[in-house]
């Protein structure tokens, strides 16, 4: 049976690379870093997009348990930006191309007795061979190793990977598992016992079969077993199960491979998307996986919580992984939340030669081979973002993606029309709501599908983003271009659940994003989210919030400061309410001014905003603050009160998790709000804020922060191997007389991750 070690910790690295670096075994001239790592922390804005573009080498030092001796051992590389060389003990082992793809390397041969050397070359260039790059894109892709690397130590086989197929029958599941493996012996007959559990960890079915392992890379799929009566995952209800394999040789077992699934059937069709038979409107946003200072290298505990944002906060049920397989982690939690997920292989724009097309075809088998047992997953996006047609390339990558998996729809993301359909669904970014020539919106919000797509009949479709690039909007910006970027999303998204020939609409997008100099701002950050690069709401996240039961939560998001002077003839409507409540009432100039309900013109979203559009008062009138009330079946269930004399009164901070672990790199995020006396964000308000924390733990990125826009996130992360169960981390506000806030997190080791040191 084989072992997994973690390897994230004690690596060595420098910015660049020498062949002599090969046989190199000496540290001196190398900084000690743990991963996840990126070859260059970049700063906020204003950097060149060429800082982490270079050629590096990581090295550590790798010494094989005793009582693992003679054992087979494996690297596993969940993610590298964006190739390698890997070299161990001076000689070549292999290389990979591909930043966002899993790989494989067998050392056992490499190795020697006590102390050996693993040497990376990584090349983080923009390499024309390597989708996304040999044009311009508008995202950075960072560069390092900057997911987990694992070590496993084998038997004579070892298991790769283990896709569960299955077919259901009403609420019975038959299963016939694929064992990917990987036998360093001759072939063998081996007994192979499969374990379903439930959620609980329930026995729902045991049973053994003998299955053939050839030599070499193999798979082998199952004989159709009925495991009986299951229940089904869904959006709501995000029911998984795990299933466990053993493969035994003469009795001894060889290896075990615990994998997790959700039985559900997806369906995508000209009438819309259906989840276990039932017919759902998508509604969502794109999602860039990287992060301020770090980019790409984000421990596991922050790409979860993306996906807690997406689902418990914006209330979302569909993202887009835009454009590029993201991590696991993200991956798992979009299981357990009941988040669905479109998958997509890396690229934008640009196709290039046989070499770039050799690796796509590779990032195909890699992100379903991968990514196969996740229940949100219900696409495979088969085609480079936003590129020209190319009929032999894709209908390749087609046939590949559906040689793996026949219960899934394919499709690729278009930005031209009439382009030919070779996969399932045919995918369209539609930014027609917009007319760049006058700045206005058109009559037209989305595009008629068969005048996008040229052909006589209709075929299942989806828009993959809208907005976006075209009414790009930073979280400092003043409240009309704020309320225009909400209206806009509003718009979309009341035509998207008005139409019947779409299976929804996933817009651009969820979170800001670092970019090229091509693209951007003319600070080098792309201000396409409905919220921040911290993942802070703009206005517009008030119009998927406002989109939940009101049973479940109550959201009242006015996209307003409700203040004197900041809108046209000095009067504070009209203002737009992203609310789930019945109706509201506004105070203004001392007295009620109105009750205002649902917008008609949002009529087809579940919870239309509310315009509130008459002013009573007088551009001289005396100001005396305001409230906007809500109500829900006849009851006060939200207030926001807004001061005549609002000021500075005080910093609200919030941090995501108060307990870490210290066994790897782990980190949690800090939001800092100033705030006036009723509450209120204060957004005009430029303060800064310093950051002290203990030995044990640390700021990513810089201490002394800016609070451009009255609002700003920071993480922290901690010091492996720093046994103190407590870290502190000391908030100031600078040149303020609020007083300084201490928050102390707890620090234990997790139990489930084992490392090697």
């Known amino acids: 049976m084989s072992k997994k070690f973690n390897l994230n910790l004690n690596w060595y690295f420098k910015p660049s690379f020498d062949v002599t670096d090969i046989n190199n075994t000496s540290v001196e001239g190398f900084e000690k870093i743990n991963l ?108 390092g190793i900057y997911r987990d690397v694992n070590l496993y130590l084998a038997q004579e086989l070892w298991i790769e990977n283990v896709l569960v197929r299955y077919d259901l029958n009403g609420n019975e599941a038959v299963l016939y598992p694929e064992i990917q493996a990987d036998n360093a012996g001759a072939p063998f007959d081996a007994e192979v016992t499969v374990e379903l559990r439930d959620q609980a960890g329930g026995l729902v079915k045991h049973y053994t079969q003998t299955v053939s392992f050839a030599a070499g890379h193999s798979s082998a799929v199952m004989e159709k077993v009925n495991a009986g009566t299951i229940t089904r995952w869904d959006m709501e209800e995000p029911c998984l199960y795990t299933v466990l394999i053993t493969v035994k040789k003469d009795a001894s077992t060889q290896d075990t491979k615990t994998v997790r699934v959700g039985f559900r059937t997806v369906e995508c069709r000209a009438d819309g998307f259906f989840l276990n038979g039932k017919k759902h409107k998508l509604m969502g946003l794109n999602r860039h996986q990287s992060y301020p200072y770090i980019g790409y290298a984000a421990p596991a505990r922050v790409q979860k919580k993306d996906a807690d944002i997406l689902k418990n906060y914006l209330h979302l049920t569909v993202v887009r992984t835009s454009h590029y397989m993201q991590a696991e982690e993200f991956l798992d939690r979009c299981d357990e939340l009941g988040l669905m997920v479109f998958s997509e292989i890396p690229g934008w724009g640009y196709i290039g030669g046989e070499e770039f097309k050799q690796v796509s075809y590779q990032d195909v088998r890699d992100m379903i081979t991968t990514q196969f047992n996740h229940p949100s997953i219900f696409i495979w996006s088969i085609r480079i973002n936003e590129s020209a047609d190319d009929d032999e390339f894709y209908t390749k990558t087609n046939e590949i993606a559906k040689s793996i998996d026949t219960t899934r729809a394919t499709t690729g993301t278009r930005c031209i029309k009439n382009s030919h359909l070779i996969e399932d669904v045919y995918t369209y970014n539609d930014f027609i709501h917009w007319t760049h020539e006058v700045k206005h919106y058109r009559e037209l919000v989305l595009c008629n599908q068969q005048a996008v797509t040229g052909l006589d009949h209709k075929v299942p479709f989806l828009v993959s983003e809208y907005c976006g690039h075209i009414y790009p909007t930073k979280p400092f ?57 911290f993942r802070t709401p703009k206005y517009a996240a008030g119009v998927y919030r406002s989109q939940v039961d009101p049973e479940k939560e109550i959201v009242l998001e006015p996209c307003t400061l409700f203040a004197r002077g900041e809108n046209d003839d000095n009067k504070p409507i009209p203002f737009m309410v992203c609310t789930n409540a019945d109706y509201i009432d506004v105070e203004a100039y001392g007295r009620k001014i109105g009750r205002y309900f649902p917008s008609q013109v949002y009529s087809s979203l579940a919870h239309p905003p509310i315009m509130v559009d008459n002013d009573p008062g007088h551009w001289a009138d005396l100001w005396k603050g305001g409230a906007i009330i809500a109500y829900y079946k006849g009851k006060e269930v939200a207030r926001r009160t807004y001061s005549r004399d609002a000021h500075l009164d005080g910093l609200k901070v919030t941090v995501d998790d108060s307990a870490l672990n210290n066994t790897v790199v782990d980190s949690t995020r800090f939001v800092c709000e100033y705030q006036d006396q009723m509450g209120n964000l204060l957004p005009y308000y430029n303060g800064i804020i310093s950051v002290e924390t203990s030995d044990n733990i640390e700021v990513i990125g810089p201490t002394t922060i800016a609070v451009v826009g009255g609002r700003i996130g920071f993480w922290v992360k901690t010091k492996p191997f720093a046994r103190e169960e407590k870290a502190t981390v000391t908030i100031h506000a600078v040149n303020t007389s609020i007083p300084d806030q201490v928050f102390t997190i707890d620090l234990s080791p997790d139990t489930s991750i084992e490392v090697l040191p």
């Open 36 to 143: 996840p790592h990126t070859v260059k922390e970049l700063s906020y804005n204003c950097f060149s997009h060429e800082e982490t573009a270079m050629v590096s080498t990581y090295m550590r030092k790798l010494t094989i348990p005793q009582e693992y001796a003679g054992r087979r051992a494996i690297l596993v590389f969940d993610g590298v930006m964006a190739r390698y060389e890997l070299y161990v003990n001076g000689q070549k082992v292999t290389e990979h191309r591909g930043g966002y793809s899993r790989s494989f390397a067998d050392i056992t041969k490499f190795l020697g007795a006590g102390e050996n050397t693993i040497v990376m070359m990584v090349d983080s260039t923009e390499n024309p061979d390597i989708p996304p790059f040999g044009h311009t894109i508008d995202y950075l892709c960072f560069g």
């Open 477 to 533: 910006d003043g409240e009309e271009r704020q309320l225009r970027h909400a209206q806009i999303h509003a718009r979309v998204q009341n035509a998207n659940f008005a139409r019947e020939d779409a299976l929804g609409a996933i817009g651009w997008c969820a979170f800001d994003y670092q970019t090229h100099g091509d693209y951007g701002s003319g600070d080098k950050i792309c201000y396409h989210g409905v919220m921040s690069m």
